[in-house]
């Protein structure tokens, strides 16, 4: 049985003897065996924890945009390797993580720069430059006695994106504002259908003459959530703060 805890107490006890502390009731104290019987909520929180690990590491690891340089740095530099023929050191963290969020979370544009020029444009970008920058002189802007600005671009500073869409879509329901949001949507199977098909799973249909968007049965429906949250596991528990921490 997977136990959770707070200084060796469960969370249920930690929680009941805080709203008990004033008290005397011996109840506080005791074990609560909440967890012990329903090993569901145990995997449905565990499951929000790697989702809140997840969330909190993308935004420690975007602001300062170590990671982000890193990625923009380390690709300029096999570019330059590859085209000496010098041999290519490899950055296995790294590469994966640029895999899971997509060359345009690093890179204006489908394609990495490709001389050291654009790299720096692209550097420049990232970080909230406007490309209204790189115009001619007397096309740009100018300020006071005549002096060229620099311009900021309203995109704003590039940041990581969350992964893992279907896993956050089912965290976001145990939060308490989501409980408790009297207009909050029901989730019935087309909702659940729709959130498959946002996060890119792709449904296929077994007939010809079948529909782009096959209707699932309530099993079948089960069976497919419950395996795009098993493969969304390894971008939930990628360690963005040691990535950070090695950036």
Not at 39 to 62: D, E, N, S
Not at 120 to 140: D, E, H, I, Q, T
Request: proline share 6%.
């Amino acid at each position: 049985m997977v136990t959770v805890k707070i200084n060796d107490v469960d969370i249920f006890t930690a929680s009941r003897m805080a709203l008990n502390r004033s008290s005397r009731n011996e109840s506080a104290s005791r074990s609560s065996s909440f967890l012990l019987h329903n090993p569901l909520f145990c995997g449905l929180w565990i499951h929000y924890a790697r989702v809140l690990f997840h969330q909190t590491g993308v935004r420690y690891a975007a602001r300062p945009g170590a990671v982000l340089h890193a990625v923009q740095l380390y690709t300029a530099v096999r570019q330059q390797q590859q085209e000496h023929l010098v041999p290519v050191p490899e950055w296995p963290d790294l590469d994966r993580l640029l895999a899971m969020q997509g060359l345009q979370a690093f890179f204006v544009g489908t394609e990495p720069p490709a001389s050291l020029q654009a790299h720096f444009k692209n550097y420049c970008m990232s970080r909230g430059v406007s490309p209204a920058n790189w115009l001619a002189a007397a096309n740009r802007r100018k300020g006071k006695q005549g002096k060229v600005l620099l311009q900021r671009s309203r995109a704003g500073i590039r940041e990581l994106k969350f992964g893992a869409p279907v896993s956050l879509c089912c965290a976001a329901r145990m939060e308490k504002r989501a409980i408790e949001e009297p207009t909050r949507r029901a989730w019935n199977a087309e909702v659940m259908q729709q959130i498959l098909q946002t996060s890119g799973w792709k449904i296929k249909a077994k007939a010809k003459a079948a529909p782009e968007h096959p209707t699932l049965t309530a099993p079948q429906l089960v069976h497919y959530v419950a395996h795009v949250i098993q493969t969304e596991m390894p971008d939930l528990v990628f360690d963005y703060f040691a990535m950070h921490k090695m950036a």
